[in-house]
């Protein structure tokens, strides 16, 4: 069964401290792991895809790296309208020409001035 | 691009009663649409997959006669949940994939926050 695991479950910054969040998963067959953003009553944002080991990607002050078990969501600078709750998700080969998506429950960041 | 359109918003209904929520994937086509229910703190959980001129894919413990999904044109899938209890309050979440490549990301909707009393 393909798992998805997000930490920390929350995490508060100062405006202007950089942190990372993680993301690992056990997937047979990754077919790539997404990472979105959702802020409150709302649907998520899609960020970045990452497609393999080694892989980055840069948005902003938002860099999403990937490993063969985990990927990380590095914030640098953080401002307060980063907050949001960040959520990633893998998706995997699940026979029969489809493919199946599962997501973390979130990161809940909060930038404080 | 790719704006995927969900309506309403809230809704507040009555138990016994029925709610349709629409999804419209405003500046693409859609083969395939998924819906997903999000309870407080907890991750998004696919409900069923909806198929454009087909019957939708429904995840294991979803009941389909619950919860009817209509996919009749490639921009728009409805969801109904039928005879609503106070359980089925939550927040649904319709999402669209822009390319039809399986790799895709999917887009998602704003949500609809659904509250039966």
């Known amino acids: 069964e393909d798992q998805v695991t997000q930490s920390p479950e929350a995490l508060r910054l100062q405006e202007g401290e950089s942190s990372s969040l993680n993301c690992s998963y056990t997937?047979?067959?990754?077919?790539?792991l997404f990472w979105y953003r959702q802020d409150p009553g709302k649907g998520p944002e899609f960020l970045f895809t990452?497609?393999?080991a080694g892989e980055e990607k840069e948005k902003e002050r938002l860099k999403a790296t990937l490993t063969k078990k985990e990927s990380f969501l590095h914030i640098t600078a953080p401002k307060p309208e980063d907050s949001a709750t960040y959520l990633c998700?893998?998706?995997?080969?699940?026979?029969?020409?489809?493919?199946?998506?599962?997501f973390g429950k979130g990161t809940k960041l909060s930038v404080i001035p | 691009g790719a704006v995927v359109s969900q309506h309403p918003s809230w809704v507040i209904c009555k138990s016994g009663t029925s709610v349709k929520i629409e999804c419209r994937s405003l500046?693409?086509?859609?083969?395939?649409m998924f819906w997903y229910r999000q309870f407080p703190k907890q991750s998004l959980m696919l409900m069923a997959t909806?198929?454009?001129?087909?019957?939708?894919?429904?995840e294991q413990g979803v009941e389909k006669d619950k919860f009817l999904i209509n996919h009749a044109s490639l921009t728009l899938s409805t969801l109904t949940v039928t005879s609503a209890h106070p359980e089925d309050s939550s927040f649904y979440i319709c999402?669209?994939?822009?390319?039809?490549?399986?790799?895709?990301?999917?887009?998602f909707g704003n949500g609809t926050r659904l509250t039966v009393t």
């Open positions: 999402s669209a994939r822009a390319l039809d490549r399986q790799n895709s990301p999917l887009h």
């Open positions: 997937v047979s067959g990754l077919r790539g």
């Open positions: 990452l497609y393999s």
């Open positions: 998700a893998v998706q995997a080969y699940s026979g029969a020409g489809s493919y199946q998506l599962t």
């Open positions: 500046d693409f086509q859609a083969t395939t």
């Open positions: 909806s198929n454009e001129g087909s019957k939708a894919t429904y």
